[in-house]
């Protein structure tokens, strides 16, 4: 793979289910995140990752949870859905290593809960 | 508080120049990222400013003034192909970034 992938694609939820939205990059960059993006309103970070083995919470962490075992993956886990977080979501990262870096997006996952 | 502003949608023709503004007020500044996003799709990089001034890329320029906390992307000669939302962000300190809601860019024949 070359760059940023997330798995699934968009998926359909009952509420109360556990969901886990993958999140992978092969570019060794430091710095992860994850957005939810709703519409006419910006993207919203819900949870960071400045290095492998560490984590911080975001604008709307509330619901989530992430892990960061690895350089190259984020994994972020809905424990138990409610349909406010139906959302478009967007992994992605960057190198900060020197200082404020572009950041590179997944494709997205579309999650409508029910 | 931390706020940043765009317009919400503008309308252009294709081949002309059209400028879209941003503003902003957060608690710290380590310079501004202005991203491309094509409907459904993910946002992509365009442009960052960390020095007041006119950076030149192609046909796209972005502008910044920390002083007056503003910033504006020009566009020149339109093509239909950049219909899309521009969204733009600023890095604070901790290098986390606060996005505006992004500008719907409608280009017309």
Known sequence: ?114 | GQNIDQPTEMTATEGAIVQINCTYQTSGFNGLFWYQQHAGEAPTFLSYNVLDGLEEKGRFSSFLSRSKGYSYLLLKELQMKDSASYLCAVTESNYQLIWGAGTKLIIKP
């Open chain 1, 1 to 114: 793979i070359a760059g940023i992938t997330q798995a699934p694609t968009s998926q359909i939820l009952a509420a109360g289910r556990r969901m886990t939205l993958r999140c992978t990059q092969d570019m060794r960059h430091n710095a992860m995140y994850w957005y939810r993006q709703d519409l006419g309103l910006g993207l919203r970070l819900i949870h960071y990752s400045n290095t492998a083995g560490t984590t911080g919470k975001g604008e709307v962490p509330d619901g989530y949870s992430v892990s960061r075992a690895n350089t190259d993956d984020f994994p972020l886990t809905l424990a138990s859905a409610v349909p406010s977080q139906t959302s478009v979501y967007f992994c992605a990262s960057s190198d900060e290593t020197g200082g404020p870096g572009e950041q590179f997006f997944g494709p997205g996952t579309r999650l409508t809960v029910l």
